[in-house]
Each structure stands twice: as C-alpha cells, then as structure tokens.
C-alpha cells in the first residue's frame, strides 16, 4: 500500500513569492493534516481536514496561508507571499476516522526563502 | 490547554545502555498515545499506540508504557540504529493530535 506522497521534497524562492505544496494521503483515509515543523522542534499544527472540511485552522496564518482539498482527497497548501521566517519543513500526514487512528507521514516538503 | 512535554530534550548513550524517555501530558478526553521515530530528512515513522492506563507495547528494542499523565519509551540495550528523533504525540476527543518537542537520542558505538 502506499504511503502519504508529498511533493515537491525541497523549494527554494525568493521572500515575496508564492508557493505551493501538494499531498496525496494514504486511499481511505478521511483525516488529513498540515504541519509544520522547525529544526529541532516537534510538528505544529496548521490545518486538519474531515472529508473536504477543515474543522481545525485555528493555527493557519490566514493572510497569507491558504488550504484546500478538493474531491476529499489530494490536498494543496498555498504560502502567498512567503516571508523568511516560513522556511521550515511542512509535513502532511493522514489517518482514518475509525480505529485504528494513528496517523502516518509524508517525507515532508523542505522550504527555504532566501 | 492541551499540553505535551517530553524529557531529556537530548539523550546521549553508549552501546547497550537502557534507558528512558519521558512523555508527559494534559489532554481534554485522551483517545491515543502515539510514539514515533524521525530520521534526519524524513517524516516521522509510526511506533506504537496506546490507549489506555497500564497498556504496554513492544517492538524489537523498544517498549512503551502509559499512566494517566505521562508515558516512557524504554529502550533497551540500544545499538547505533536506534539512533534518531523520537516524538510523543496525544489525539484529545476534539480529534486533535499535539506533538511534543521530541528527544532525539545519540547511541555512540
């Protein structure tokens, strides 16, 4: 079975572009996240995902974060503009809605802005 | 608030060594316990799951436990391999899942 694809696995742009990141989570799994997670630190939470709905974004800075998973299943996380202090790895994980409900991980996506 | 804390930040050990992660937690309505194990460049790989007080789980080297408020990850004669980020993470019954800061653990040879 495969596991949670993420791409692309590194980005490098220049602080005021945007950027874009994309998730395919594990087939059947109704439960997806986004975090972020900063060098030696533990993932952050940005957005969670139930089906099409985000029922947790409490944590997404919202001016210039945006989300979306269309159809339930792949997902998008948009930075527009990208500052420097967005540079870390994003991680998108999912996981099923029933037991068991550990979720599982991508490879992550490595931004740096420059 | 839903908190998670893990302890040592960094934990260094010689070949063979046991010892102790800590996990320590505050969570509205637990529903899971998870460990799992970051290489460096890699995402993070499911360990274990626990759910309830008293429960253990074992994989190879590793051993899991879990009280009400905090659970430990026992490694057990330890080799090089081992060597890697372990992160603690709780699911409240709002379906959120937080992770700690994570212990990453050096075994020299």
């Known amino acids: 079975e495969a596991g949670v694809v993420q791409s692309p696995r590194y980005k490098i742009i220049e602080k005021k572009q945007p950027v874009a990141f994309w998730c395919n989570p594990i087939?059947?799994?109704?439960?997806l996240y986004w975090y972020l997670q900063n060098l030696g630190q533990g993932p952050e939470l940005l957005i969670r995902y139930e089906n099409e709905e985000a029922v947790d974004d409490s944590q997404l800075p919202k001016d210039r974060f945006s989300a979306e998973r269309l159809k339930g299943v792949d997902s998008t996380l948009k930075i527009q503009p990208a500052e420097l202090g967005d540079s870390a790895v994003y991680l998108c994980?999912?996981?099923?809605?029933?037991?068991?409900?550990?979720?599982?991980f991508g490879q992550g996506t490595r931004l740096t802005v420059v | 608030e839903d908190q998670v804390t893990q302890s040592p930040e960094a934990l260094r050990l010689q070949e063979g060594e046991s010892s102790s992660l800590n996990c320590s937690y505050t969570v509205s309505g637990l529903r899971g316990l998870f460990w799992y194990r970051q290489d460096p460049g890699k995402g993070p790989e499911f360990l274990f799951t626990?759910?309830?007080a008293g429960e253990e789980k074992e994989k190879e080297r590793l051993k899991a436990t879990l009280t009400k408020k905090e659970s430990f990850l026992h490694i057990t004669a330890p080799k090089p391999e081992d060597s890697a980020t372990y992160l603690c993470a709780v699911r409240s019954n709002t379906g959120k899942l937080i992770f700690g800061q994570g212990t990453t653990l050096q075994v020299k040879p």
């Open positions: 087939s059947g799994h109704n439960t």
């Open positions: 626990l759910y309830s």
């Open positions: 994980a999912s996981s099923s809605k029933g037991a068991p409900t550990e979720a599982f």
